[in-house]
């Protein structure tokens, strides 16, 4: 059974850090790349980052996050992260762990999703 399972959000103060992760399982982790999505209130779900499959040198970020947020992979543990510093009010949103098969973009999995507040 595939699942992908975030854990680590929370509230937290303007300025502040978290540390998002996902546990994956089910399925080949290391065959897939991973991203971090967000959906704010409102408003669409986005890409925050993503990290490749090979030896995760090829990170990208949305504008809004570059040099405060950082995605990772552990494809030992089957596990991603994205730590997130400074974080501001317009990071609030539902963070979600995503995972698509490199050769096949089709296969697509979600995890269930992780809610940031950000809130003096």
């Known amino acids: 059974q595939v699942q992908l399972v975030e854990s680590g959000g929370g509230l937290v103060q303007p300025g502040g850090s978290l540390r998002l992760s996902c546990a994956a399982s089910?399925?080949?982790?290391?065959?897939?790349?991973m991203s971090w999505y967000r959906q704010a209130p409102g408003k669409e779900r986005e890409l925050v980052a993503s990290?490749?499959?090979?030896?995760?040198?090829?990170?990208n970020y949305t504008d809004s996050v570059k040099d405060r947020f950082t995605i990772s992979r552990d494809n030992v543990k089957k596990m991603a992260y994205l730590q997130m510093n400074s974080l501001k009010p317009d990071d609030t949103a539902v963070y979600y762990c995503?995972?698509?098969?490199?050769?096949?973009?089709?296969?697509?999995?979600w995890g269930q999703g992780t809610q940031v507040t950000v809130s003096s």
């Open positions: 995503n995972a698509v098969y490199d050769y096949n973009r089709s296969i697509i999995h």
């Open positions: 990290i490749s499959i090979r030896d995760g040198r090829i990170t």
């Open positions: 089910g399925f080949t982790f290391s065959l897939y790349d």
